[in-house]
Every structure is written in structure tokens, then in C-alpha cells.
Nanobody
Framework: QVQVVESGGGLVQAGDSLRLSCVTS????????MGWFRQAPGKEREIVAA????????NYPDSVKGRFTISRVNAKNTVYLQMNSLKPEDTAVYYC????????????????????WGQGTQVTVSS
């Protein structure tokens, strides 16, 4: 079993930056590919960033590419999501997710690919 805990959400203004953190425990962190998702009211959950076990591969949708950066520090069992130039449409609950992967360089962008989820952290961007 893997526990996933996000932190760092809050209320910011458009154009501001925010960094989310996600700490995992319970199993060897380096065995897990990680992802950040978000879900706005009335919308489906969507991927915002994915990172491989090694951290060497990342994946972003066009909506956040160039503004968001995912990274991981394996020694701290932590993955980060740096969000810059935030827009009101980025407002959502952000979730961190983990999945065991045999592929050290693989990234996963579907919510169905992930086994373990955090409770979510709210990000609100005012205009």
C-alpha cells in the first residue's frame, strides 16, 4: 500500500505562481511513476503532468505546457508541481497519483493507469 499526500494549494491571483508538493510513503518511491491531475467542478479529471520513475521523462498537455513543471526528488519521496503564470481556468482540485511501473522511463497520462491517489488540494486562481 502506498500513501499519497498533497500540499501547497491555495488562493492566488492570475499571473502568480504556486508549487504543489506530494509525499508518498509505504513502498520504494523509485518504483513508481507519478502524475498530477486536476478536476474542476462539473468537469472530468484531467492530466496536468506526468513523470517517470527516474525523473528523466515528463509529459504535459498543451493547456499547461510551458507554464507547469513536474519534478521529483527520490531521496525525499516527493514530487513537485511548479505552476507559473496561473490563469483562472487553472482553478481546480489537484490530485497526485502513483503507479508501479516496470518501465523506468515511462510516463502515464490516463487516470485509469494510476493505482494510488491523494486526497487533493484546492487551487483557486482569481482574475
Amino acid at each position: 500500500q502506498v500513501q499519497v499526500v498533497e500540499s501547497g494549494g491555495g488562493l492566488v491571483q492570475a499571473g502568480d505562481s504556486l508549487r504543489l508538493s506530494c509525499v508518498t510513503s509505504g513502498r520504494t518511491f523509485t518504483l513508481y511513476a507519478m502524475g498530477w491531475f486536476r478536476q474542476a467542478p462539473g468537469k472530468e479529471r484531467e492530466i496536468v503532468a506526468a513523470i517517470s520513475r527516474s525523473g528523466g521523462s515528463t509529459n504535459y498537455p498543451d493547456s499547461v505546457k510551458g507554464r507547469f513543471t513536474i519534478s521529483r526528488v527520490n531521496a525525499k519521496n516527493t514530487v513537485y508541481l511548479q505552476m507559473n503564470s496561473l490563469k483562472p481556468e487553472d482553478t481546480a482540485v489537484y490530485y497526485c497519483a502513483a503507479r508501479a511501473s516496470l518501465r523506468i522511463g515511462g510516463t502515464y497520462t490516463s487516470s485509469e493507469d494510476y493505482e494510488y491517489w491523494g486526497q487533493g488540494t484546492q487551487v483557486t486562481v482569481s482574475s
